[in-house]
Structures are given as C-alpha cells and as structure tokens.
C-alpha cells in the first residue's frame, strides 16, 4: 500500500487552519506613546483582528475625565465622534483586511493630574449568525510627566 505523506500533512495543516479561523474570537487593543503631557496630544492606535466580524463595528472609547479624541482621517470608512458624551468609532463595514489599523489623537488637559492613566473601551459587532456582540479592547497606560527626556 502507498502511502503519500505530502497530502496528509496538507490534509492535516488544512484542517488546523480551518478549525482555527472557524473558532477564533474577534478580539480589539489599544496601543501607542506610554508617555503624556498635561496640555499636550497623545498619538493612539487601535488594532482590530476582525475574525467572524460582519456589518456595522461601533467602538466605545473610555478616555480619562476631559480628554477629548481626534481622528488623523486616513481612514474615510470610519467616523469619529463624540455621542452623549462617549467617544465613538464607527465603521459601518469593516475594510476587508484581517487586522484592521485605526489611529488616533487625544487631547491631554491642562489641568490633567501627574498620574497613570488608563484609555479602554468596548468593541460591539454583529458575529456570523447576526447576534450582537460586545467585547473590552485591551486597554493601554500612558503615564503622565511634566517634561519629557529621550533618557526616561
């Protein structure tokens, strides 16, 4: 009997891959500068994997009291806005790459205290079989200082 090791390993790789994408989960972070200023902007990005994601994506941003959010507009698909007083990201379809990149500004306030803050937020999207989902956005930490150095 002959036996073609080739096409099992395919076979085998085949059947990963497809048990993979078929159970992968959507999942969103938050990455950029671990430094901010009071008074100053702060340059973010946000990574969406898109697995399983069809239709409208709305983020909800979490940004610490007074810090507003602005967007660089590269990405024309997506609106930024501020709604009853949460900052929005709406894409109404998601390009069609596998990892989605949107950046993003937020303003920093003068009056912002020298602490460690947290930016967070939710992803809300619709899955395969038409049910809306809501997943946390792997948050990000920008520590706050009165003077930046290229030596901290």
């Given at each position: ?52 994601i069809i239709g ?18 590269f990405d024309k ?69 009165r003077y930046f150095?290229?030596?901290?």
């Amino acid at each position: 009997m002959y036996f073609n090791t080739s096409k099992l390993a395919f076979v085998v790789i085949l059947m990963l891959v497809v048990s993979l994408t078929a159970f992968s989960q959507p999942s969103a972070r938050i990455s950029g500068v671990s430094h901010g200023r009071p008074g100053y902007s702060a340059g973010l990005n946000l990574e969406i994997v898109r697995s399983g994601i069809i239709g409208p994506v709305r983020i909800k941003l979490d940004l610490p009291k007074n810090w507003k959010a602005k967007s660089y507009g590269f990405d024309k698909r997506a609106t930024l806005e501020e709604l009853d007083g949460q900052t929005t990201i709406l894409w109404l379809s998601l390009p069609v790459l596998d990892t989605v990149k949107y950046s993003f500004d937020v303003r920093i306030p003068d009056s912002q205290p020298i602490q460690t803050e947290v930016v967070r937020g939710v992803l809300e999207y619709f899955n395969s079989e038409g049910k809306k989902m809501s997943i946390p956005i792997s948050s990000h930490q920008l520590k706050m200082m009165r003077y930046f150095s290229r030596y901290q």
